[in-house]
């Protein structure tokens, strides 16, 4: 039974491309429900991540990384993250401490001025940074937004991870459970497993391959007592990247199967046969009903 000083709210975790907002909600989440690389915009729909404790529950919303669109799922994914910034309680706008501010990051601080919730400045990849540039960065993003709290973190190791959440926890209002203890994301199975073999395609591949690749589980069922069979399709645009993807001999989509089928084995909790196919949509990125059927949908 929750007491009387539960406190529950939503956040929005916005930024640019590739600062580290899935590895953050990941940590805190303390299980991986997004999609993490080293490669630029990743995440392309919003995700409801969901910490729960003794005292609060906070859902986090994380959002594909703000940027120029250069085609309709570009768009799709900006709308994503604008769409993050109604209806919550605060805001965690991360940057990248080892990198400059730059147009996009000031962009988005100008979308940021009409948000009428607390806003927390994260300086991520304190890991790679000396106390002298942390400082600096301080500095730097203090003198064009007055933040309502400045926290240096490193996603990756955790170190200053569990501040945020404290800070997040003194500012959150009381209200109610939203969501079951044991929830921890509203993706359906299908789409985490989707984006686990997304993300091992991602870090075979290269170049603009990975932007290219879509996957849609096509069937997922129990086939014995034991074992859940997937049959999933990647779509890409073109034939060259489609050769990239299965690789010589298949030796690309092999190892990124191995890879994914070991993930969703523990995700799932059951052995898996996993049945990967790709196929060559051209310009699905581009079109409307492509996007749709592939689940790319604003609401």
């Known amino acids: 039974m929750e007491s009387e000083n539960f406190k529950s709210g939503f956040v929005a975790v916005i ?47 994380d959002t594909p990384g703000i940027h120029k669109p250069k085609h309709k799922l570009g768009q799709f994914m900006d709308e994503a993250a604008y769409q993050s910034l109604r209806d919550i309680d605060a805001v965690l706008f991360l940057v990248s401490g080892n990198e400059k501010k730059g147009p996009g990051d000031m962009f988005i601080l100008d979308k940021l001025k009409g948000v009428k919730v607390p806003v927390f400045l994260i300086i991520n990849k304190t890991d790679v940074m000396t106390k002298e540039d942390v400082l600096k960065k301080i500095t730097e993003y203090h003198s064009v937004y007055d933040f309502d709290q ?6 990756l190791t955790g170190d200053n991870v569990p501040v945020v959440l404290d800070e997040l926890k003194k500012i959150i209002p009381q209200g109610p459970k939203y969501f079951p203890d044991d929830m921890i994301t509203d993706q359906p ?4 497993v989707a984006e686990i073999i997304r993300e091992k395609l991602f870090l075979s591949t290269h170049d603009e391959v990975p932007h290219a690749i879509a996957v849609y589980v096509e069937e997922m ?13 990647v779509f890409v645009e073109r034939d060259s990247q489609k050769r990239i993807v299965i690789g010589k001999h298949g030796s690309v989509l092999k190892e990124a199967g191995f890879k994914a089928r070991q993930e969703i084995e523990n995700l799932l909790g059951s052995s898996v046969y996993l049945d990967i196919w790709v196929k060559v949509k051209p310009d699905w990125r581009n079109k409307a009903a492509s996007l749709s059927e592939l689940g790319y949908k604003n609401e």
Do not use: W
């Open 15 to 61: 930024g640019r491309p590739n600062v580290g907002k899935s590895t953050l909600i990941n940590h805190i989440i303390r299980q991986k429900v997004s999609i993490v690389s080293d490669k630029a915009q990743t995440t392309r729909n919003r995700i409801l991540c969901i910490h729960t404790d003794e005292e609060c529950q906070i859902v986090f919303l």
């Open 150 to 155: 400045i926290i240096p973190i490193s996603a």
């Open 189 to 192: 199975e299908r789409l985490l």
């Open 221 to 233: 069922k129990q086939r014995t007592k034991d074992k859940v069979y997937i049959r999933a399709t």
